[in-house]
């Protein structure tokens, strides 16, 4: 099976701040790859597929790339609305695998 | 108005059996794959299984296969996951999700329903 890896675990930003999310896969899943965001109490949101396919809706300042086995999620201004917990999710495989989790917490 | 409706969860003792169901409506269900999707009290998402639009194809995690069935009704718009042999480790909120024809991802979610497997 396809492992994903999130680093960090936990991102302390401020409002205003450009913040980087990176996800590693155990082996290459070409541009495989969904982002996802969830706040407390709520459901996960899609925010990108294809590494770097915006959702529709989704604000500009979210971003994608990479492809193979790294990827990164960057906002280049964080919003108050940003603060949530992000996951990439791989599909290249017929299985689909989630990564453990960014917080990204006000500092 | 995409809606999915999860329903079925409750408190479940440990080898025990618990079917989900998943009503949709709002779009066109037999058009779409869809796919469930769990969380642990506190934890991240886990990928259960997806199915394809007829129902003809169908992927587990490795975690749930051969104990986990996913199925759907395309005539009622309603998916379904029959768990047996449940274990405390498949405790969760159970998301019932569509999979986008253009994302391939899960571009919808229901609120989930609640699964506590526990004597």
């Known amino acids: 099976d396809i492992q994903m890896t999130q680093s960090p675990s936990t991102l302390s930003a401020s409002v205003g701040d450009r913040v980087t999310i990176t996800c590693r896969a155990s082996?290459?899943?070409?541009?495989?790859l969904a982002w996802y965001q969830q706040k407390p109490g709520k459901v996960p949101k899609l925010l990108m597929y294809?590494?770097?396919t915006l959702e529709s809706g989704v604000p500009s300042r979210f971003s994608g790339s990479g492809s193979g086995t790294e990827f990164t999620l960057t906002v280049s201004s964080l919003q108050p609305d940003d603060f949530a917990t992000y996951y990439c999710?791989?599909?290249?495989?017929?299985?689909?695998?989630f990564g453990q989790g960014t917080k990204v917490e006000i500092k | 108005e995409v809606q999915l409706l999860e329903s079925g969860g409750g408190l479940i003792q440990p080898r025990e059996s618990l079917r989900l169901s998943c009503a949709a409506s709002?779009?066109?269900?037999?058009?779409?794959?869809m796919g469930w999707v769990r969380q642990a009290p506190g934890k991240g998402l886990e990928w259960v299984s997806s199915?394809?639009?007829?129902?003809?194809?169908?992927f587990y995690a490795d975690s749930v296969k051969g104990r986990f069935t996913i199925s759907r009704d395309n005539s009622k718009s309603t998916l379904f996951l029959q768990m047996n042999s449940l274990r405390a480790e498949d405790t969760a909120v159970y998301y019932c999700?569509?999979?986008?024809?253009?994302?391939?991802?899960?571009?919808?979610w229901g609120r989930g329903t609640l699964v506590t497997v526990s004597s």
């Open positions: 999700a569509k999979i986008g024809l253009i994302s391939s991802n899960f571009d919808y």
């Open positions: 709002g779009f066109t269900f037999s058009t779409y794959a």
């Open positions: 199915i394809s639009d007829n129902g003809g194809v169908a």
């Open positions: 082996q290459s899943i070409s541009s495989g």
């Open positions: 294809k590494a770097s």
């Open positions: 999710q791989q599909y290249n495989s017929y299985s689909r695998t």
